[in-house]
T-cell receptor, first 112, second 111 residues
């Protein structure tokens, strides 16, 4: 039982490049979330999903897209990376909106 | 501006001391969660409080939800080096699908 896994763990991009971060969970959770964590800002929600095939915008969605084609996977895409997207990205899942969120180990992204 | 403000932002104390971390907002929350995050890892849930005025204890940690459900506090008694980490509060507003996380308090307990 791996919980929530994220790939890759680290990535360096040049401005304008694209990439996709993969989040997978094996707990059959309905809800999945993508956050970014910056110093002094806590965690800010980028996008989230309340079930397979659904997505919704969070607090800071600009410059990101997401897809949830399978219940266990939630993909976060950056179409044209910018230095302001340098951050640590966390994926989380939960069975419902009121219950505990389980987090992955994070992806550290640097955009040069 | 952040919906949830935590104070202090940084706290460095000696082993054995007591401390309190605050989580404040002008908004009302239906529930509030506290997480702890260690370096290189994702946050892990410590507790959830749902009733105004509620107090929950987890060994040396005491959590309180404000009567008006706009604020919360975390008190640690006799801090230990193992308590070192980033403490995050997160609130759920009525009808919302997502948590709002606080700005975080980074605690260092010196042996």
């Amino acid at each position: 039982n791996a919980g929530v896994t994220q790939t890759p763990k680290f990535r360096v991009l040049k401005t304008g490049q694209s990439m996709t971060l993969l989040c997978a969970q094996d707990m059959n959770h309905e809800y999945m979330y993508w956050y970014r964590q910056d110093p002094g800002m806590g965690l800010r929600l980028i996008h989230y999903s309340v079930g397979e095939g659904t997505t919704a915008k969070g607090e800071v969605p600009d410059g990101y897209n997401v897809s949830r084609l399978k219940k266990q996977n939630f993909l976060l895409g950056l179409e044209s990376a910018a230095p302001s997207q340098t951050s640590v990205y966390f994926c989380a899942s939960s069975q419902s909106r009121v219950l505990e969120q389980f987090f992955g180990p994070g992806t550290r992204l640097t955009v040069l | 501006t952040q919906l949830l403000e935590q104070s202090p932002q940084f706290l460095s104390i000696q082993e054995g001391e007591n401390l309190t971390v605050y989580c404040n907002s002008s908004s009302v929350f239906s529930s509030l969660q506290w997480y702890r995050q260690e370096p290189g890892e994702g946050p892990v849930l410590l507790v959830t409080v749902v009733t105004g005025g509620e107090v929950k204890k987890l060994k040396r940690l005491t959590f309180q939800f404000g009567d008006a459900r706009k604020d919360s506090s975390l008190h640690i008694t006799a801090a230990q080096p193992g308590d070192t980490g980033l403490y995050l509060c997160a609130g759920l507003q009525t009808g919302a699908n997502n948590l709002f996380f606080g700005t975080g308090t980074r605690l260092t307990v010196i042996p």
